[in-house]
């Protein structure tokens, strides 16, 4: 399949290129150049804010799937600059599914837990009604509505807590702390499931596959994690434990990290639709940490 994946220098984007690197023709966009170029993947620099570049970029390249992972993602950044999060999330993925309608395309639109309001006592499922909170939550609600409004077939994929080798990303925010600080404090009252993108890129692959080329039709939205769930806490003692660091965690309130964004207390996901298709859950974040740690 001739694939474009806009983020291609991001976390989940160059996870996604290297998963799917071999099996299809394979186009990444991005605003700026990767840190490290993948063999055979063609690459274009693009932002997706300007309306008619997105529109000529890609109905150039006339591919027959989208997987649009570009994204503003400073979560308390979105809050002192809301436009910015509105223009790249929202807009940004208007003009990515404009180009969508010229040839059919199909369209992945990759999102976030933070859609919720974190209220719900137990996992989200798929139709449970959004309720973005803060400007970044609420810009990515935004954008998953212009993926409903504008495309036929389209698949939003909501995920969370990701990390991996390719961007900022909280595991690594703990580790550095490790270096210099005798003690952590970390937040014990939001509730999530940490995904390594690796996983989350194998589990799109594998959901492109049974798709069979597109043809039978798995559109709609999927929660896609690792599975279980913890809080930010409990996730920086799995840390601790396993780099096998002599550095003690004590638990703090959201009210005491004083994070400029609002957070939802429970974004557990529950990966109904990829249950109900009877699809082997992902492995357990405790697992995925492991295996991120070691590479
Ligand atoms: N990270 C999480 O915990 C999390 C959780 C749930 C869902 N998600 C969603 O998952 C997706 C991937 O997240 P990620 O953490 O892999 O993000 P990421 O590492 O920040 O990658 C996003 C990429 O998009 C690029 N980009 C930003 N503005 C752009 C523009 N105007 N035009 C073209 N490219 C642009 C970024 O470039 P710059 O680095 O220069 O900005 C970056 O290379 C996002 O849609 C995010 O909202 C993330």
Redesign the pocket.
């Known amino acids: 399949m001739r694939i474009v994946i806009?983020?291609?220098?991001?976390?989940?984007?160059t996870d996604l290129l290297q998963a799917l690197a071999g099996e299809h023709e394979l186009f990444g966009?991005?605003?700026?150049k990767p840190d490290n170029q993948i063999a055979d993947i063609k690459y274009q620099l693009?932002?997706?804010?300007k309306t008619k570049e997105t529109y000529d970029t890609i109905t150039t390249i006339n591919p027959e799937l989208i997987v649009?992972?570009?994204?503003?993602?400073n979560v308390d950044g979105a809050e002192s600059d809301p436009e910015q999060a509105y223009?790249?999330?929202a807009l940004?993925t208007r003009n990515v599914a404009l180009a969508c309608q010229r040839f059919d395309s199909a369209l992945i639109?990759?999102?976030?837990?933070?859609v919720f309001n974190g209220q719900k006592k137990e996992p989200y499922i798929e139709i449970d009604k959004p309720d973005p909170q803060g400007a970044?939550a609420k810009s990515?609600y935004w954008?998953e509505l212009y993926a409903q409004w504008l495309v036929s077939r389209f698949m939003i994929i909501?995920?969370?807590?990701?990390?991996?080798k390719?961007?900022?990303?909280?595991v690594e925010a703990i580790r550095s702390q490790l270096k210099i600080k005798p003690g952590l404090k970390v937040v014990s009252d939001q509730v999530g499931s940490p995904?390594y993108?690796v996983d989350l890129a194998s589990a799109i692959k594998r959901l492109l596959t049974i798709n069979n080329q597109l043809s039978t039709g798995l559109y709609g939205i999927w929660h896609i994690t690792n599975s279980g769930s913890c809080s930010w806490f409990d996730f920086a003692k799995e840390i601790v434990k396993q780099v096998d660091a002599k550095v003690g965690v004590e638990p703090i309130s959201t009210q005491q990290a004083n994070r400029l964004a609002p957070r939802p207390q429970n974004s557990v996901l529950d990966n109904f639709n990829w249950k109900l298709h009877e699809l082997p859950l992902l492995p357990t974040w405790q697992d995925a940490l492991k295996r991120y740690l070691k590479q």
């Open positions: 806009t983020g291609a220098s991001g976390m989940l984007g966009l991005d605003i700026r693009l932002d997706i804010t649009h992972t570009a994204a503003y993602t223009l790249i999330n940004g639109y990759i999102s976030s837990d933070y970044y990515k954008g909501r995920s969370s807590w990701l990390y991996g390719n961007g900022k990303n909280f995904t993108t």
